[in-house]
């Protein structure tokens, strides 16, 4: 991910230089080469954000951290670039602080923030040209947005005390995704039509089939070369799946995807069962408490 570049125009009206987007067709050769290609990208968010910060561009006095981190806690994209930014400028000594989107923004405050976020390329602008992608990439940050949620009301309901960063982990599991769509989204297709085909295919063996990388690894490795804080990178690890706090962001994941479609998932019973062990509850309370959780406020 390229650093944030201060707005040096002073002209809001004046619209961004928008270059044409980079579509890999062929995948990289492996991990190394995907790492390097995505910390040297310039990674764009969602139009609704970009839109957004503009206007809060031009109220920037009337602006805090909280009305920043309310509006970026909604866009994974946005997300990565703030922690990553933040976190490229912490001292070593402070690697294993835990850092959200709140506490990065209080930390960089708010007029160093739009110093250094100029106007953003967005994932519209990339895609323009792959309808299907978008469509595809807009299902997806659905279910990422399901799989913070469910991943919030299970921390809750345990007592977790790392609740936010609990949340954010479930919020960017799929990230690496994210970011196939933007840059290979004829490959993510690719995955997406074997899957379609074969649904009985692992997504695992299929990416590395077509990226040549499980996208799992990209997301810890990109994680670990943005320096992203140490207890996120852990809870994020599904490597380490016996412990609590790591299976409350799996299995988040795994009830947003098996539940994308609806209730009547043929897995949903043995996940149900799961998050039972995890929430020390009988399986029918288990489920009715997914069910609330699910539904909107």
């Known amino acids: 991910m390229q650093a944030a570049t201060p707005d040096t125009d002073d002209s809001s009206s004046t619209p961004a230089f928008v270059a044409p987007p980079v579509h ?3 995948p990289l050769p492996n ?9 040297k990208a310039d990674i764009p968010v969602l139009e609704s954000t970009a839109l957004a910060l ?27 670039k703030v922690l990553a930014y933040v976190s490229a400028k912490r001292r070593n000594q402070e690697s294993t602080q835990t850092e ?14 739009f110093r250094n976020f100029g106007v953003q390329p967005t994932v519209q602008q990339q895609l323009a040209d792959q309808p299907a992608a978008l469509e595809a990439l807009q299902a997806l940050l659905k279910r990422a947005n399901r799989a913070a949620h469910f991943a919030t009301g299970f921390a809750v309901h345990r007592g977790d005390t790392d609740v936010a960063v609990i949340r954010q982990a479930a919020f960017l599991n799929d990230f690496a995704e994210m970011l196939m769509f933007c840059y290979a989204p004829t490959l993510e297709m690719e995955v997406r ?21 499980d996208l799992n690894d990209l997301r810890q490795e990109l994680m ?18 016996e412990h609590p706090t790591v299976r409350n962001v799996i299995l988040a994941v795994r009830l947003a995807r098996h539940t994308e479609n609806g209730w009547d998932n043929p897995a949903l019973p043995d996940d149900i069962e799961e998050i ?11 489920r009715g408490f997914v069910y609330k959780i699910d539904q909107p406020t």
């Open 100 to 113: 959200t989107v709140i506490s990065s923004l209080v930390m960089m405050g708010v007029a160093p923030f």
């Open 276 to 286: 039972s062990k995890l929430l020390n509850a009988p399986p029918r309370v288990t």
């Open 54 to 80: 503009e206007a809060m561009r031009q109220n920037e006095d009337e602006v805090d951290a909280g009305m920043l981190a309310e509006l970026i806690d909604t866009d994974p994209f946005m997300t990565m």
């Open 224 to 241: 670990m070369h943005w320096r992203f804080s140490e207890l996120l990178v852990r809870i994020s690890d599904g490597k380490h799946a």
């Open 193 to 213: 039509a074997m899957q379609h085909a074969n649904p009985t295919l692992r997504t695992v063996n299929l990416q590395r089939f077509v990226f040549n990388i």
């Open 24 to 26: 890999l067709k062929e």
């Open 31 to 39: 991990l190394a080469t995907w790492a390097h290609f995505f910390l």
